[in-house]
T-cell receptor
Framework: KQEVTQIPAALSVPEGENLVLNCSFTDSAIYNLQWFRQDPGKGLTSLLLIQSSQREQTSGRLNASLDKSSGRSTLYIAASQPGDSATYLCAVRGDSWGKLQFGAGTQVVVTP | KAGVTQTPRYLIKTRGQQVTLSCSPISGHRSVSWYQQTPGQGLQFLFEYFSETQRNKGNFPGRFSGRQFSNSRSEMNVSTLELGDSALYLC?????????????FGEGSWLTVV
């Protein structure tokens, strides 16, 4: 049974610092991994999707890496801004269908 | 193009009642999934529908049910509501069978059971 873990559960950084968010999963047989952002009281916004055959994916200040063999993914956010304050969730998919297995998320606060 | 739309956004129900939530996927997306989010359990998969057929089901009691219509719109129903059903219910849609098929979520329906 796939288990997804995100550590730490929360972190606070000053504006301008780089953010490093970790995600680990127990079963390396994944189809892809997706990072989401959730603002309080809102739905999930997709940030990046990494296919199982990819090592990393980039979008603007965001970069996500994937090491399937070790069951880990890392989301890097460069030069953090107060607007980056949110909960970040990673989720893995076992096949091309829509069932995602989520981690508990990392709550990020970026202080001005 | 319009995103995933969920209605209603907020609702309050009494224990024992039933509730129906609606989801309109992104145009062209035929897979619709439902998730329950609570502070204690996080995000949990309820079920997935594709072409009006339930494709996958999570570990929830039979009080939770859903369906999908020919236009890919989906509804989920919870009968005999319990206090523990209070949660944010999220709908997601995606293409199926294509590489890079990102899953997109709606804003959710907040259900409070009193």
């Amino acid at each position: 049974k796939q288990e997804v873990t995100q550590i730490p559960a929360a972190l606070s950084v000053p504006e301008g610092e780089n953010l490093v968010l970790n995600c680990s999963f127990t079963d390396s047989a994944i189809y892809n991994l997706q990072w989401f952002r959730q603002d309080p009281g809102k739905g999930l916004t997709s940030l990046l999707l990494i296919q199982s055959s990819q090592r990393e994916q980039t979008s603007g200040r965001l970069n996500a890496s994937l090491d399937k063999s070790s069951g880990r993914s890392t989301l890097y956010i460069a030069a953090s801004q107060p607007g980056d304050s949110a909960t970040y969730l990673c989720a893995v998919r076992g096949d091309s269908w829509g069932k995602l297995q989520f981690g508990a998320g990392t709550q990020v606060v970026v202080t001005p | 193009k319009a995103g995933v739309t969920q209605t209603p956004r907020y609702l309050i129900k009494t224990r024992g009642q039933q509730v129906t939530l609606s989801c309109s996927p992104i145009s062209g997306h035929r897979s619709v999934s439902w998730y329950q989010q609570t502070p204690g359990q996080g995000l949990q998969f309820l079920f997935e529908y594709f072409s009006e057929t339930q494709r996958n089901k999570g570990n929830f009691p039979g009080r939770f049910s859903g369906r999908q219509f020919s236009n890919s719109r989906s509804e989920m129903n919870v009968s005999t509501l319990e206090l523990g059903d209070s949660a944010l219910y999220l709908c997601a849609s995606s293409l199926v069978g294509q590489s890079g098929n990102t899953i997109y979520f709606g804003e959710g329906s907040w259900l409070t059971v009193v």
